[in-house]
């Protein structure tokens, strides 16, 4: 069949897009990412400290178990660069500050509590803008019997005290999985806590979101972050 004069066949759907529809496509992608980045941003940032609230977690679990399967004292220090055990060692790895550093001090009658180049069994690197302590949280978890104080300003975001409540950055786990802490003395362990001296917490955060650790006095460990909604820690 020929057209008519004046008349064009017609040629089915229109393939591609024009320049300017997929100018404005473009336009639109660049719109929504500028308005999803930040939250994108902050979402990957609040997946960190969550991931290194775990990774926290993860230490405790690791030194109670090792303690029990090799009979060995295990300690896990912590704290802000310049952390140091009783003796004086600074907490590092490789000669490098961690913020959380795991050591096997082996035998019971023969540990020192000191950091020793051959005794690191583990360190967690610092990450990004993580930071020891809270940003918005106004109080300890509930469960957190640490006796030393929760204390948001300059802190390192420990509660763990030794047996005078004087506070410390060490807990040991005896071969028995309990932890304990205990008085430091150059070159020895000084007073060792007796079962419920070993319970506290790390706090950590990242401006944004805060995180904590409680480790229980028997060696049970749980990780918590706060509801600032609720005004309170959820688990």
Known sequence: MQDLPGQRRATGPRAGFSLIELMV???????????????????????????????????????????????????????????????GNPVEKDGAWVPVLLIDDGPPATADCAIAGGEVVEGILPEGELEWGVALASGAIGTDTGAAPFDPIGWDGATFADPGNTKV????????????????????????????????????????????VVLSPLGATRVHVWNPTAGGWTS
């Open 169 to 212: 950055n060490w807990v040991l786990f005896q071969p028995n999985g309990i932890p304990v802490t205990f008085v430091g003395a150059v070159g020895s362990c000084g007073a060792i806590g007796t079962t419920g001296t070993g319970g506290g917490a790390l706090y950590l955060t990242n401006g944004k979101r805060d995180y904590g």
């Open 25 to 87: 496509a473009v336009g639109i992608m660049a719109v929504l990412l500028a308005l999803a980045g930040p939250q994108i941003g902050q979402w990957a940032k609040n997946q960190q400290v969550k991931a290194a609230a775990r990774s926290v977690a993860g230490v405790f679990l690791k030194a109670r178990a090792a303690a029990i399967r090799t009979g060995n004292n295990h300690i896990v220090f912590f704290g802000n660069p310049g952390a140091t055990d009783p003796s």
